[in-house]
Every structure is written in structure tokens, then in C-alpha cells.
């Protein structure tokens, strides 16, 4: 049986990833899949490894049913790029980081999620982290929406 492993990518791994993480898990259990998708997140950078997501990230999650209090955050490394089918960056920026950390040929595992939302959405799931709070619902909104379409991506892939 063919599985599949996909790894959310953000800045600190406390507010956009942790989330995207916890939307698309929800979404696999739903599809009766979780036995075959692996869902993990990290972050370029190693500011809040081992701490939860923010606590702004978990309220607004709880809010749509979405359980995000048993995640910790982790850096990203080289190794993920051979143990993940996707690694998914949230923004260009982290994208471009993602670039250069990324071993010679597995370039084509990496993506930003924002490519898997219909058409005409943001290509970019904006950090809420210095805003108000209605940055995190247009991140739920954004991720949503992207991991529906990432989804119907992987079931394609398993089939």
C-alpha cells in the first residue's frame, strides 16, 4: 500500500505551519487516510523550537474544530527534504530558504501550499504573527482552502 508524507513549512512553526498542519490532519482523518498520510510541520528558523503554537494559532483553530495543543515546533532539516514527498512552504520567503537548504535533486518535492488553492487566491498564506487577530481567520481561510485541493492531490498520488 502506497503511502505519503508531507511537511508544512513557516518562519517559527508556531502560527501558519502548526496550522496548516492541524487543518490538513483533520481533513486525512475525515478521508478515513491518516493510516496512509504522515503530517508534520517545522520552521526555517529556530526561534520557538520545542514550544507550542501561539496561543492566538490555537484559539482561532479550537474555534472551526481543529485541535492544535499537541504540536511543538521543530526546524526544518536536509534529511526532511529525502523523508517528505512535499515540502510545503507557506511564503516565497521561506520558500527561497527552503531553495538553498534543499540536496541536489529533490527540488521537485518542494512547493508552497498556496498551490493547491483555487484559482485566484493569494499565493502567499501572510503572517499573522504581528497583527490582529483577524490574521489568523484569513490564515484558516487560506489554508482551508489550500488543503482541500492538497488533498485531492495526494488521493490522486495514493491511487
Known amino acids: 500500500m502506497k503511502h505519503f508524507a508531507i511537511l508544512m513549512i513557516c518562519m517559527g512553526n508556531i502560527c501558519r505551519s502548526p496550522t496548516a498542519e492541524g487543518v490538513f490532519r483533520h481533513l486525512v482523518q475525515q478521508a478515513g487516510l491518516q493510516d496512509r498520510i504522515r503530517i508534520d510541520s517545522a520552521g526555517t528558523h529556530d526561534y520557538h523550537v520545542g514550544s507550542p503554537p501561539d496561543r492566538r494559532s490555537t484559539h482561532h483553530a479550537s474555534l472551526r474544530g481543529y485541535d492544535l495543543s499537541q504540536l511543538r515546533a521543530r526546524q526544518v532539516e536536509r534529511a526532511d527534504f529525502e523523508r ?59 489554508v482551508e482552502a489550500a488543503c482541500a485541493g492538497l488533498l485531492a492531490h495526494v488521493r490522486q498520488s495514493l491511487d
Request: hydrophobic share 30%.
Open 84 to 142: 517528505f514527498d512535499l515540502v510545503l512552504a507557506m511564503d516565497w520567503d521561506n520558500y527561497e530558504r527552503l531553495e538553498r537548504l534543499c540536496p541536489p535533486g529533490q527540488e521537485h518535492r518542494l512547493r508552497r501550499l498556496m498551490e493547491f488553492a483555487p484559482p485566484d487566491s493569494p499565493e502567499e498564506v501572510a503572517d499573522p504573527y504581528y497583527g490582529s487577530t483577524d490574521g489568523f481567520e484569513r490564515v484558516l481561510n487560506e
